[in-house]
């Protein structure tokens, strides 16, 4: 889902590298429709640009109820923000 060409260049000039946790909710349709940082990186750019991409690129099998309808839910997941050397 990410690629090297996503890193903010803000934050690859700051040289800046950092975990990024969130909680994603997810929509009867599987989509995120919220992205909230639960754990910051430390950086804005990273923080942000996780949830940008997450809410834009990922699609998740929606939850299903008790009677095998699609319902809402939340997903916690990190991603790792590291310049390659």
């Known amino acids: ?9 803000d934050a690859l000039d700051a040289n800046a590298q950092g975990t990024v ?5 997810i929509d009867r349709q599987g ?10 990186s430390g950086h804005a750019s990273l923080d942000q640009a996780t949830c940008n991409i997450i809410q834009t690129r990922a ?3 929606p939850a299903l109820d008790v009677d095998g309808r699609p319902s809402v839910s939340t997903y916690t997941q990190s991603v790792k923000w590291a310049i390659a050397d």
Do not use: I, Q, T
């Open 1 to 9: 889902m990410f690629s090297g060409d996503d890193y903010p260049a």
């Open 59 to 61: 699609r998740f099998a």
């Open 21 to 25: 946790r969130v909680r994603l909710d």
């Open 31 to 40: 989509r995120v429709s919220r992205c909230s940082v639960v754990e910051s």
